[in-house]
Nanobody, 123 residues
């Protein structure tokens, strides 16, 4: 079983910073992509940042230059991070961690999600 647990969400003033973490545990043969998604109130979940198996990062236009995604996959318990700077009210919502991974050598790739962490940005 693959489990993802996010943390780091908080109430922060506009212009402030937060660092989100995601701990990924369980049996995983290979992680192909890791990413962060935001679900703002009344809106659909959307991609914020992702990092590929090769280390290529991708960001939504709205967060470029302010957010930075990184990972630590060296340990058995893998971690994904999102450093968020210069936060704006429109960055608020629930942030979800997702990995696209293969559990066994012959298993199909699948998406695994965490339960999210709440970010609130006060003006």
């Amino acid at each position: 079983q693959v489990q993802l647990v996010e943390s780091g969400g908080d109430l922060v003033q506009a212009g402030g910073s937060l660092r989100l973490s995601c701990i990924i545990s369980g049996t995983i043969r290979m992680i192909h992509e890791m990413g962060w998604y935001l679900q703002a109130p009344g809106k659909q979940r959307q991609a914020v940042a992702s990092i590929s198996i090769g280390g290529t990062t991708t960001y939504a236009d709205s967060v470029k230059g302010r957010f930075s995604i990184s990972r630590d996959t060296a340990e058995a318990e893998k971690r994904l991070y999102l450093q968020m700077n210069s936060l704006k009210p429109e960055d608020a919502g629930v942030y979800y961690c997702k990995v696209n991974a293969r559990r066994g050598m012959y298993d199909a790739r699948a998406d695994y999600w965490g339960r999210g962490t709440q970010v609130t940005v006060a003006t």
